[in-house]
């Protein structure tokens, strides 16, 4: 549950609420691509279970994007953007390796990478055409930057655990641009 307060200075602007909306649906399609993609991960490689990953996850420090600023009390519509800006740029050069690892899906790795760019272009576009500030957020050990992969296994098991983390990224992205279109 988010904890923001309304936010007066958008809730009448038109603009604001279609960009919101628009956002929205991209949220839905990458969804539901990345959904299919961890399911070809799941299939192709056989790693369906994420708690069986944990040591896995703890060994190569994989670490979610952080969007700690769009739950909190005190929250900004313009860090809370820059926090779904920056996450998706992270996802954006973590599906590389989904794409090593699925070669026979390129076409839909590629389609995603090019979603995902899309959508963090459009709300840095967003922000600028709103005059919000853009805050760049340092990057928590492990997260922005791939692992370093030793073994065929770690990639595999990278993917998987990318894939989930960048579900779960987007449902609090959906969740916390949903809430501001309420407001």
């Known amino acids: 549950m988010l904890h923001a307060a309304p936010l007066p200075e958008f809730s009448g602007d038109q603009d604001f609420q279609q960009f919101l909306q628009?956002?929205?649906?991209?949220?839905?399609k990458i969804k539901g691509d990345v959904a299919q993609v961890q399911e070809l991960v799941c299939t192709t490689l056989q790693l369906c279970n994420e708690e069986e990953l944990m040591l896995?996850?703890?060994k190569l420090g994989i670490s979610p994007a952080p969007l700690d600023q769009c739950h909190s009390k005190s929250f900004q519509v313009d860090a809370c953007f820059s926090q779904i800006r920056d996450g998706l740029q992270a996802y954006h050069?973590?599906?590389?390796?989904?794409?090593?690892l699925l070669p026979a899906h390129s076409g839909l790795v590629d389609a995603l990478r090019l979603d995902v760019s899309n959508l963090s272009?459009?709300?840095?576009?967003?922000m600028e055409d709103l005059g919000l500030n853009t805050v760049t957020y340092?990057?928590?050990?492990?997260?922005?930057?791939?692992?370093?992969?030793?073994?065929?296994?770690?990639?595999?098991?990278?993917?998987f655990i990318i894939s989930a983390n960048f579900k779960r990224f987007l449902e609090a992205a959906f969740r916390a641009l949903r809430?501001?279109?309420?407001?």
């Open 22 to 28: 628009k956002d929205l649906e991209y949220i839905r």
């Open 93 to 100: 050069g973590h599906l590389a390796l989904l794409l090593q």
């Open 56 to 58: 896995v996850k703890q």
């Open 121 to 126: 272009t459009n709300i840095q576009q967003q």
């Open 179 to 183: 809430h501001l279109t309420l407001v």
């Open 138 to 159: 340092p990057k928590a050990e492990g997260q922005g930057t791939p692992p370093s992969l030793s073994s065929d296994f770690d990639k595999q098991a990278s993917g």
